[in-house]
């Protein structure tokens, strides 16, 4: 399970989709769920949207088996963990924020990049 802003600006969320590429190349596609936030920043994850991410691989773990990851189940749990849970650390403030799983797809990733050889 991938992780990402939309908006990172350290990591460009076009990684993805090179990812996502190296991993259908080998046919491990059951393997990989990505979900995506809607916010920029490296790593601009709310508490909540963490944990909730984190329980969706416990589970795939468990169970052998994927969880629901449409962004409004996502999001509907994420909120489901409360206020004390939905904070972004802005200027050492924490600031309420709602979560923000939303679909979407990478764009390509434009460099040339195969995992699979040396």
């Known amino acids: 399970l991938t992780l990402h802003t939309k908006g990172d600006d350290l990591v460009a969320v076009e990684v993805e989709s090179a990812y996502k590429d190296g991993v259908d190349e080998e046919r491990d596609g059951q393997f990989l769920r990505e979900v995506f936030v809607h916010r920029a920043g ?65 764009p390509a990733f434009l460099r040339p990049f195969d995992a699979g050889k040396n």
Do not use: C, I
């Open 42 to 106: 490296h790593g601009e994850f709310t508490p909540a949207e963490t944990v909730v991410a984190f329980e969706a691989l416990v589970s795939r773990l468990d169970t052998g088996k994927w969880p629901g990851l449409g962004s409004a189940m996502l999001n509907k749990t994420a909120k489901g963990l409360g206020s004390k849970f939905n904070v972004l650390l802005v200027n050492n403030k924490e600031v309420h924020v709602p979560p923000a799983y939303f679909k979407f797809q990478p």
